[in-house]
């Protein structure tokens, strides 16, 4: 199965949890690419003016990973911006995970992904599972990242 992996990563955090799972899946037969998002203008603010360097053709894809930091109490605006833009998706299965600084109830987490969750769906995807990473704490984060390795492959192992 080809698998794309579309992620916005600042810091470096989404594109290591993003690695990980394409490890994991790479093991299991399955032919996965990330693929980076990137703003034109990165001190452009503005989410309505936000310009992105590369959009990444999904069609091409039997599944879709979608990844991207928590920012401001909220899904990134350049990842946001992204989605919005993209092409119907109808058919393709999705999965959706986000990266954020505190595990603490209240700092976006479930937001951004209901925002990911909407747009995609919006665009005739069907996110299938979705995860978050809190990435303050060593334990929890590799916790987290393991829970979310192992939902996505056994789902995208069912896939087959």
């Not at 080809?2 to 470096?12: A, D, E, L, R, V």
């Not at 990980?20 to 996965?32: A, P, S």
């Not at 603490?104 to 005739?124: E, L, N, Q, R």
Request: charge should be positive; aromatic fraction near 6%.
């Amino acid at each position: 199965m080809k698998i794309g992996m579309i992620i916005f990563s600042q810091t470096g955090n989404t594109l290591s949890a993003a690695k990980t799972l394409k490890i994991r899946l790479n093991n299991e037969g399955q032919d996965v690419e990330i693929q980076r998002i990137e703003q034109a203008d990165e001190n452009n603010r503005d989410p309505k003016k936000i310009e992105i360097k590369n959009m990444p053709q999904l069609n091409i894809y039997d599944a879709l990973i979608f990844a991207s930091p928590v920012q401001a109490f909220s899904l990134a605006g350049v990842f946001k911006a992204y989605l919005q833009k993209i092409d119907m998706i109808e058919g393709i299965t999705s999965f959706c995970f986000v990266t954020k600084g505190m595990n603490t109830k209240g700092f976006g987490g479930k937001k951004a992904i209901k925002t990911m969750s909407d747009i995609i769906s919006v665009k005739g995807g069907e996110v299938k599972s979705t995860a978050i990473i809190c990435w303050g704490k060593k334990d929890i984060r590799n916790l987290q990242t393991a829970m979310m390795v192992e939902d996505f492959s056994k789902q995208i192992n069912l896939l087959n």
